[in-house]
């Protein structure tokens, strides 16, 4: 495609419930970052990947929280045991390797509301 | 603590006059610096970067200026259009070599009047 797509675009859980977030990145983008956005904050970094390596994952706020990208392209964000403080907009972006040039695109964002 | 500062929530301006966005960071080892531009329901969109070697970037209507001694970094949009009515955020990231995560401001709402 030719921006970042995420999916689903929202969603809706119960606390204690399990929720996987996609992130498809733009095609060829090596680097894949996670975000997360509360209302009337700015994106809050959580973690990111090269290829299929996290290279960073200081910003995941807990053990509940992991990211996954086996094939280096997609990428899926887990949330165990969901709690309603994780309620928030996830963000997701990726950017080529030239690091003279670190711009991050970003998809849409997933909302996800736990009840 | 944060370490990306922008202290005006929201700034609002004539169509066609200057809009200046401020920004303050606290961590002396940034080395590149990006502003992004949100519409509602849609991700932030890049806008303009620039390198901590330089002082001053301009594309088109917007110009990005980097007062390292200060820690203050500024975009202005000459001129401003109702166009350009959305959320800023300004981001920083470095060191070169460490992690690429960007570190955001809280934003600042533009608001062009026609």
């Known amino acids: 495609g030719a921006g970042v797509s995420q999916s689903p675009r929202y969603k809706v859980t119960k606390r204690g419930q399990d929720v996987a977030l996609r992130c498809d990145p733009i095609?060829?983008?090596?680097?894949l970052y996670w975000y997360r956005q509360a209302l009337g904050q700015g994106p809050e970094f959580l973690t990111y990947?090269?290829?299929?390596?996290?290279?960073?994952k200081s910003g995941l706020p807990n053990d509940r929280f992991s990211a996954e990208r086996p094939e280096g392209s997609i990428s899926t964000l887990t949330i165990q045991r969901t709690e309603q403080r994780d309620s928030a907009m996830y963000r997701c972006?990726?950017?080529?390797?030239?690091?003279?040039?670190?711009?991050?695109?970003f998809g849409p964002g997933t909302r996800l509301t736990v009840l | 603590d944060q370490q990306v500062k922008q202290n005006s929530p929201s700034l609002s301006v004539q169509e066609g006059r200057i809009s200046i966005l401020n920004c303050d960071y606290t961590?002396?080892?940034?080395?590149?610096f990006l502003w992004y531009k949100k519409y509602p329901a849609e991700g932030p969109t890049f806008l303009i970067s620039?390198?901590?070697?330089?002082d001053k970037n301009e594309d088109g209507r917007f110009t990005v200026f980097l007062n390292k001694s200060a820690k203050h970094l500024s975009l202005h949009i000459v001129p401003s259009q109702p166009g350009d009515s959305a959320v800023y955020f300004c981001?920083?990231?470095?060191?070169?070599?460490?992690?690429?995560?960007?570190?955001f401001g809280k934003g600042t709402k533009l608001t062009v009047n026609p």
């Open positions: 972006a990726s950017s080529d390797l030239d690091r003279e040039h670190n711009e991050q695109f």
């Open positions: 095609s060829g983008h090596v680097s």
């Open positions: 990947f090269n290829y299929e390596a996290q290279q960073d």
């Open positions: 961590n002396s080892m940034f080395d590149y």
């Open positions: 620039i390198s901590s070697i330089k």
């Open positions: 981001a920083a990231s470095g060191p070169q070599g460490g992690s690429e995560k960007l570190v």
